[in-house]
């Protein structure tokens, strides 16, 4: 299973960015999936999680009420809408497919 993240990048703070995750080598509508994050000097943590139906979804506490988790399985793909970012959501972000793998990460960083 192959996952190829994308859409990383410099905004300014309270803009907006969206994150793509496509997934290949594997039956994308059998995993649930997430997004996780690294900022520099830190471990990496949970972001945002979306079952295999597309019905649940988890959030961290730091990103409720901005950050939108979505899939769309004909395209096997996960996203990640962010809204109102903040220069504390700077770091590297990664997809997950549980058990099946990471993706390479993408760099999103937001000036003050």
């Known amino acids: 299973v192959q996952l190829q993240a994308s859409g990383g990048g410099l905004v300014q703070a309270g803009g907006s960015l969206r994150l793509s995750c496509a997934v290949s080598?594997?039956?994308?509508?059998?995993?649930?999936m997430g997004w996780f994050r690294q900022a520099p000097g830190k471990e990496r943590e949970f972001v945002a999680g979306?079952?295999?139906?597309?019905?649940?979804?988890q959030y961290a506490d730091s990103v409720k009420g901005r950050f939108t988790i979505s899939r769309d399985d004909a395209k096997n793909s996960v996203y990640l809408q962010m809204n109102s970012l903040k220069p504390e959501d700077t770091a590297v972000y990664y997809c997950?497919?549980?058990?099946w793998g990471w993706g390479q990460g993408t760099q999103v960083t937001v000036s003050r």
């Open positions: 979306i079952s295999r139906s597309g019905s649940i979804t």
């Open positions: 080598g594997g039956t994308f509508s059998t995993y649930r």
């Open positions: 997950n497919a549980g058990i």
